[in-house]
């Protein structure tokens, strides 16, 4: 159950920050706000508004709380795969899927040779050739889209194998917009900021900045909102139809019995209690009535397949994942290499970057546990995942 910090700030998180409520609160303040501001069990400090925050917003739409990635979510197979018949090594399956998925900061399919990458140029090119945002796209921006089109990114965004309580196998995968989306999303962000400055707007923080409805810039924001979040649903299942491909040439036998997608960066138009607001979730997911859910934990913990129960005062939202405990410079500090190859003990990874993934360990996340005990009155877990083999960018 939430916790009232005051009439403008609902708090879900059991474990959180002095600094990550003050950032929230500076959001709640901000005078287009409706209502509260509804804070997940997983918040953390973000750039301008907080991670893990869902904000009501009347007639306007905060750029920067959508973020920068735009559309970022996460997609989960469940396979008619049993744990008990995974061989022994899934060595050769993180192998064959780093090929056909690429990882990492800036990475895309150029540069590579062979009919998976000619395939992905082909299905990036027949995307792109019918999808268009609203601002035009410059030829190198048209090539960073083309390119990274069913890509992963770096940071938390990975592939991962998993187990449930019934021993059934799961593919599950994080990702967003990838480059483009970034540039579009600074884009509009530093619009915002320039038309606030020059309304004299007194802010709290710059990167509050605010688009009015109706105004050429709103529109044009949300039409490359909107373009953006197709293309990280459209990366996402070009990664898993190539990912499913490896999977299944691996094993032999297989085939996909349900799939779950949702975004976790994004905002759209939502009535609630008889009016109509801009609901921004930034680092959570929609959980109305039966919304089927993906939150992953950290890479070496546990995800959950979970439905929603429609709580009105989280403004039908729950957490997008566990939520950072430290942040990736801390994380470097407190913890070694050795650290999170222990932690990772037992699981199939890519023990060769474990000096690059270390801000990734595990216990620099919040208790996942803790995460969905503390959302109860959210979502319904469906089923508990277990990773059997990760695979992420640095």
């Keep these: 159950m939430p916790e009232t910090i005051n009439p403008k700030l609902l708090s879900w998180a059991s474990e959180i920050d002095p600094e990550t409520i003050r950032q929230a609160e500076k959001t709640a303040r901000l005078p287009i706000v409706e209502g509260h501001v509804a804070l997940m ?72 040779r062979g009919a998976a990458a000619e395939s992905a140029g082909q299905a990036a090119d027949a995307w792109l ?21 069913g890509s992963l990114g770096s940071g938390n965004h990975f592939f991962e194998l998993c187990v449930d309580e019934r021993a059934r196998v799961w593919v599950v995968l994080h990702s967003g917009s990838r480059g483009i989306g970034n540039q579009l999303a600074q884009a509009h962000i530093a619009t915002a900021k320039r038309l606030a400055k020059e309304a004299m707007l007194s802010l709290e923080d710059p990167d509050l ?25 459209a990366n996402r299942s070009q990664m898993m139809e190539r990912a499913m491909g490896e999977v299944f040439a691996f094993l032999g036998f297989g085939t996909q019995t349900r799939i779950i997608d949702c975004h976790h960066n994004f905002t759209q138009p939502e009535v609630h209690d008889g009016r109509e607001l801009w609901v921004t979730r930034k680092g959570a997911i929609r959980a109305d009535t039966g919304d089927l859910g993906v939150i992953p934990g950290s890479m070496g913990t546990r995800s959950y397949i979970v439905a929603g129960k429609g709580s009105a005062a989280s403004w039908r939202s729950c957490s997008h994942g566990a939520g950072r405990r430290y942040s990736r410079t801390k994380a470097r500090k407190l913890f070694s290499p050795a650290d999170l190859a222990e932690q990772m003990s037992g699981k199939t990874w890519l023990k060769g970057r474990a000096a690059a993934l270390v801000d990734e360990i595990p216990t620099a996340y919040k208790d996942i546990d803790q995460v969905m005990a503390d959302q109860a009155d959210l979502v319904e877990v469906l089923h508990t995942l277990h990773q059997v083999l990760n695979y992420k960018g640095t």
């Design 41 to 112: 069990p997983d918040a953390h400090v973000g750039i301008g508004a907080t991670v893990g925050s869902v904000i009501p917003t009347m007639g306007a739409v905060i750029p920067s709380a959508v973020g920068v990635d735009i559309g970022c979510g996460m997609i989960a197979a469940e396979l008619d795969v049993t744990e008990s018949q995974l061989p022994d090594s899934l060595e050769p399956l993180l192998h064959r899927i780093e090929r056909v998925v690429p990882a990492g900061v800036g990475q895309g399919h150029d540069g590579k």
């Design 209 to 233: 900045a605010w688009f009015v409805q109706g105004t050429p810039e709103f529109d044009a924001y949300v039409a490359d909102m909107l373009w953006a979040q197709d293309y990280a649903l």
């Design 129 to 149: 050739a019918t999808h268009r945002p609203a601002t035009v796209l410059s030829a190198d921006q048209a090539n960073k889209a083309a390119r990274q089109f």
